[in-house]
């Protein structure tokens, strides 16, 4: 099994910056591909960002292009998330989770979650 915890998120105005931290418990963290999603209200779970179990793969979805920043350090059993030049339809609620094997955009295919964070972006 494998424990994700969140954090880092909160309130911030239009072309700031937050960093989102997911820390792992449990099995070898090192081996699971990590992804970031996002969901707000009446809509599904969208792919943010993936990295692979040694950071060297990084992927990204169009709309956060450019702004965020995903990298891991395995000695920590943490994955991050650097957010910058935030924009209000950022706002979600953020969820790290892991699979084993190769990351994905879908988030079907992922075994762990985290709890999620909230991340407001204010105009």
């Known amino acids: 099994q494998v424990q994700l915890v969140e954090s880092g998120g909160g309130l911030v105005q239009a072309g700031g910056s937050l960093r989102l931290s997911c820390a792992a418990s449990g099995r070898t963290f090192s081996t699971l591909a990590v992804g970031w999603f996002r969901q707000t209200p009446g809509k599904e779970r969208d792919f943010v960002s993936g990295i692979n179990w040694s950071g060297g793969r990084l992927y990204y979805a169009d709309s956060v292009k450019g702004r965020f920043t995903i990298s891991r350090d395995n000695t920590k059993n943490t994955v991050y998330l650097q957010m910058n030049s935030l924009k209000p339809e950022d706002t979600a609620v953020y969820y790290c989770?892991?699979?084993?094997?190769?990351?994905?955009?879908?988030?079907?295919?992922?075994?762990?979650w985290g709890q999620g964070t909230q991340v407001t972006v204010s105009s």
């Open positions: 989770a892991a699979k084993v094997g190769h990351y994905s955009e879908n988030s079907a295919n992922y075994d762990y």
